[in-house]
């Protein structure tokens, strides 16, 4: 199978996932069912729960309506072997902003909560934080998956069946911390084939992409990889403001940086510029992640 048979093949598995159906049961909220990408470790990936609930609150609005804002929290580890319902309910509809919950269950619990607004273009006072400074372009860098997948074949392997295509500027995690154990980190990102044109499904499958990395800030901090005998990582909550379009089947930089780590949790904090430096996004996040005593 060709490189670009693989690219093809794990966007169109990324688009089954978010392409949720209608249920024909009715209470006072709105249901769709949805999948999971298959997971070596048997969790649902976060970013897919975040991106399908979206995908179920548009279900709902008309597309003039755009997402501007999501809070959420994880409840409990979805089982990626099993379906997701998602119960939409609409609590706000005004003459410019509108505002859903959704609440996704497996097993008649719920795994994540979600509270997004929407709005209508309207014009207003534009400014934003300008993309940073003598960050290597992402085609000098090499991919993670190949980076890794030259040491560690089968971990690569399943960095590669991942829909997108990361390039840490400094080096991913998952070997070892490469240069100075500082609080922040910037990565490249896109999705390895192009999706179709949609804007709603590309603010979906960037929620999807922003909860890729954006815990390593607190990891590189303290010199930690991901292959840390005992280490443990679960995000807690996560919330993203999105500001501009972008295609996210182009190149786009996430910086990101940690402002504080205590009692077993962490704070992660996060930019996204398309190539030409437009703020995309802004993410944050924070985790639960404990590490043994060595």
Do not use: C
Not at 35 to 64: C, D, F, I, K
Not at 68 to 84: N, V
Not at 246 to 252: A, H
């Amino acid at each position: 199978m060709t490189a670009t048979t693989d690219a093809a093949r794990t966007i169109a598995n990324l688009l089954k996932v978010l392409d949720l159906d209608a249920s024909e049961a009715r209470t006072t909220e709105d249901i769709f069912t949805g999948v999971s990408h298959s997971m070596p470790t048997g969790r649902v990936y976060g970013g897919q729960v975040l991106s399908q609930s979206l995908v179920a609150a548009e279900r709902t609005l008309p597309e003039e309506r755009i997402v501007h804002s999501m809070h959420g929290y994880f409840l409990r580890p979805g089982d990626a072997t099993q379906g997701i319902t998602f119960a939409v309910d609409r609590i706000h509809d005004g003459r410019s902003f509108s505002t859903r919950r959704v609440q996704a269950y497996q097993g008649g619990v719920p795994i994540f909560s979600m509270i997004s607004s929407f709005q209508d273009e309207d014009p207003g006072l534009d400014h934003a934080e300008p993309i940073p400074d003598g960050v290597p372009d992402p085609e000098s860098l090499p991919s993670d998956d190949e980076l890794i997948g030259r040491v560690h074949p089968i971990t690569g392997r399943l960095l590669s069946d991942r829909p997108a295509d990361i390039r840490h500027v400094t080096g991913p995690l998952f070997l070892e911390v490469a240069g100075e154990r500082v609080p922040q980190q910037a990565v490249w990102m896109r999705m390895r084939a192009p999706l179709p044109d949609d804007p709603r499904l590309h603010r979906a499958a960037l929620a999807y992409l922003s909860d890729m990395t954006i815990q390593e800030s607190i990891l590189r901090r303290h010199g930690i990889t991901w292959q840390t005998p005992g280490l443990k990582v679960a995000s807690l909550d996560h919330a993203m403001w999105w500001h501009r379009f972008g295609r996210v089947d182009q190149w786009m930089l996430y910086v990101q940086q940690s402002p504080n780590a205590r009692g077993g949790r962490g704070l992660s904090q996060g930019r996204i510029y398309s190539q030409d430096g437009s703020l995309m996004a802004t993410v944050a996040q924070e985790i639960m992640i404990r590490v043994p005593q060595l």
